[in-house]
């Protein structure tokens, strides 16, 4: 996205016009910004809108099951002429339970072969609109994905609960969103010349797309996205994040930034590392006036000598120091940041708030939240056909689902999407757990990926693992700023999973003994299937491993620095490569603290 109010574009006719049902989401379209507003009433209309989006959503809680036949009724009858629509017999469909019978349960690999015809640009494939854009994501492998985007996805399923994302921040934070330069946006990065489809077509980032320029949307821009550091004022290569992420912290450093957005955890808590990594640099560049050595502005003294003696008198410098007035996070507050958020909290300031960013992926959103809820977010019946499998069970095509109303508070379940977009009974990779059921639509955050750890029938899922350390950690009064595992198989010994932890503080040798031992029986307490394999010998006792204070961070900016962007480096539990593991946990060698 670009920080100037663009021009509306052009966007290519695609069929949108179809309207097909009258879902909720189709009914939104009266909002779109055909304008760029005036700079001076642009914030007024922005709360406007996003509370109105919320205000909608919360409506349709009045009868949740209706909203679902809605999307399904409108998702079908938009595609029934697309090739899948046909393959598939959509005209003939009515119910779930026609889809479940027609559609079987598919993941991205599955649907690859239609998504290629889309990026080649042969129309009709998938959708009855032509995708206008493809959104990357790195997916559990590490391969780049092509998510078809449509302006009737944009407007159905996208818009509606993105706005309404941002409505807790502008409702109970109004005064970050003044001034441009409140919010560091940590994920912002628009880019010159995008990657493309074969189509033609970009192939990037959703925080990468001008919503306005593509879509008309031009409320739609994020806040942050329109600060002095949004679009670098000096030459950078590309792919150089880290120069990039260098460039923007070197000039917020001079303005009174009050939130953070990073959606990743994993990028905020990279923030106060970077100070401490580049803070000379930092200092330098204030001082001299410069921006990675490359004439800027005025030399700046004054802050320069302040920014000294703040790193005189603290010793080390947190962005508490240098922002005072800092307010809010936004990110994912769940999953492996569940370990490491109250601490990295503190970091930012003592009364911070972390407010959780949608349980969404680039394929499209599952939860939002609407208000100042810790970690969970509304299930959005709007915009998809949800369904939902426990999270003990393997997924395959004819597995059985469970409807929204079917789902149990404290169960975690592998989520399922259709949704007018073109991805139908998408199992995306993500598991969700249920938190509470608010208005009679339940409250979901995210658990983690559905993939597991088994190597002796233990079957381990992430949130299992993270729940099991919280536990031991919190038992032997200890904080971790990260963690991961590894299975090892000694010579003539059973497999046994080794952790490595990242410690807030030192730990003593009897400390990471009992720790050990605590953490091997949380996670039988947690997995009844860890706790056959240890009692039938198929496992070994777990090990643990610690690891300098800043290991993890080390490595996630060596990841970046490889040409990675920062969004897609995420936190990883399971870590079955052993040439990554052995990087990982080469400084424990020098430190000699395993048990």
Not at 265 to 285: F, N, S
Request: hydrophobic content about 40%; proline content about 8%; some cysteine.
């Amino acid at each position: 996205m670009k920080t100037a109010e663009p021009q509306a574009a052009e966007v290519p006719n695609t069929g949108a016009q179809n309207t097909g049902a009258q879902s909720t989401g189709a009914q939104n379209t009266e909002h779109r910004n055909t304008e760029p507003p005036a700079p001076e009433d642009r914030l007024d209309r922005y709360r406007a809108r996003v509370f109105e989006e919320r205000k909608r959503l919360r409506r349709a809680f009045s009868d949740p099951a209706a909203r679902q036949r809605e999307v399904l009724t409108d998702l079908l009858t938009f595609n029934a002429g697309t090739a899948y629509g046909k393959a598939h017999g959509f005209d003939r469909l009515r119910t779930l339970d026609d889809l479940r019978k027609a559609v079987p349960v598919q993941d991205y690999a599955a649907l690859s072969p239609w998504i290629e015809r889309m990026a080649e640009g042969e129309p009709n494939v998938l959708t009855a609109d032509q995708p206008a854009v493809f959104f990357t994501s790195s997916g559990s492998t590490g391969a780049h994905k092509k998510i078809p985007v449509t302006p009737r996805f944009m407007r159905t399923t996208f818009f509606p609960f993105y706005y309404a994302a941002w409505a807790p921040m502008a409702e109970h934070f109004p005064d970050v969103l003044t001034r441009p330069d409140a919010v560091l946006n940590l994920k912002h990065d628009p880019v010159v010349a995008p990657a493309t489809t074969a189509s033609g077509r970009p192939h990037v980032g959703a925080s990468q797309v001008d919503f306005g320029k593509m879509f008309g949307e031009h409320l739609s821009a994020e806040p942050g996205t329109a600060a002095p550091w949004a679009t670098l004022p000096v030459p950078v290569a590309p792919d150089d994040h880290v120069e990039k992420m260098y460039l923007r912290l070197r000039m917020a450093v001079e303005s009174d930034v009050r939130c953070v957005i990073g959606i990743n955890p994993a990028m905020v808590a990279a923030v106060p590392y970077q100070l401490r990594l580049w803070w000379p640099r930092i200092v330098k560049d204030v001082r001299d006036g410069t921006l990675g050595g490359h004439p800027f502005r005025s030399p700046n003294p004054q802050r320069a000598a302040e920014l000294e003696r703040l790193a005189s008198y603290f010793g080390t410098v947190r962005p508490a120091h240098i922002w005072p007035n800092m307010r809010l996070l936004f990110c994912w507050t769940t999953g492996l940041a569940s370990l490491y958020l109250p601490r990295l909290r503190e970091e930012f300031g003592p009364s911070v708030t972390a407010l959780p960013a949608p349980v969404a992926a680039s394929e499209g959103p599952v939860g939002v939240a609407l208000d100042r809820h810790p970690t969970a977010g509304s299930l959005v019946v709007t915009a998809s056909v949800y369904e939902f499998v426990d999270a003990d069970r393997d997924l395959g095509p004819d597995v059985e689902t469970l409807a929204p109303h079917e789902l149990e508070p404290g169960r975690e379940y592998h989520a399922i999407y259709s949704h007018v977009g073109g991805l139908y009974r998408y199992a995306g990779g993500d598991v969700v757990r249920v938190v509470d059921v608010v208005d009679g639509v339940p409250r979901v955050s995210y658990a983690g990926r559905r993939n597991r750890s088994d190597v002796a029938g233990e079957r381990l899922r992430d949130a299992q693992v993270v729940r099991a350390l919280q536990s031991a950690l919190g038992g032997a009064g200890l904080a971790a700023r990260n963690a991961a595992c590894h299975v090892e198989t000694p010579d003539g010994r059973p497999p046994r999973y080794v952790f490595a932890l990242a410690g807030e503080s030192a730990w003593s040798t009897d400390e990471t003994r009992r720790l050990t031992a605590a953490l091997d029986t949380e996670l039988t307490r947690e997995s009844a299937d860890y706790r056959a394999a240890r009692d039938a010998g198929r496992l070994g006792p777990a090990e643990l491993i610690r690891l300098d204070r800043d290991a993890f961070l080390e490595e996630w900016q060596e990841s970046v620095g490889r040409g990675v962007r920062p969004t897609q480096v995420k936190d990883r539990l399971f870590r079955p490569d052993p040439e990554n593991w052995r990087q990982l946990t080469g400084a424990a060698a020098r430190q000699g603290d395993r048990s």
